[in-house]
């Protein structure tokens, strides 16, 4: 998905910037974003990968989408949740809201 957002170029660019600099030793996943946003920023884009990929990788499930058609050129889009039978929901810090790229 990142790559489908980013686009091939920035995407693998800010990939090898992360493996070259974290070659031999150990990294976390705000030091894989910082290098996509710096490449990003080189490439005179303007893009926050953490707050983008945090929806997805900082709160667990997955949403359910809905898209209900309001005029004839008017979308309404909403989300939530999708819940397991028996699902004991937890509370998320992000509210469990997702950053959906259309």
Do not use: C, R
């Not at 974290?22 to 946003?37: D, F, H, M, P």
């Not at 989408?65 to 004991?88: A, I, R």
Request: aromatic letters at 14%; glycine letters at 8%.
């Amino acid at each position: 998905m990142l790559n489908e957002v980013l686009g091939d170029k920035l995407f693998f660019e800010g990939i090898n910037s992360y493996l070259t600099k974290y070659e031999y030793s150990s990294a976390k996943q705000s030091q894989l974003y910082t290098a996509i946003n710096e490449t990003a920023k080189h490439m005179d884009q303007a893009i926050d990968i953490g707050e983008f990929m945090g929806s997805w990788t900082l709160q667990m499930g997955y949403p359910i989408v809905y898209v209900k058609l309001t005029g004839e050129n008017m979308v309404e889009v909403s989300q939530t949740k999708y819940k397991f039978p028996g699902e004991v929901e937890k509370e998320s810090p992000l509210g469990y809201m997702w950053h959906i790229p259309f």
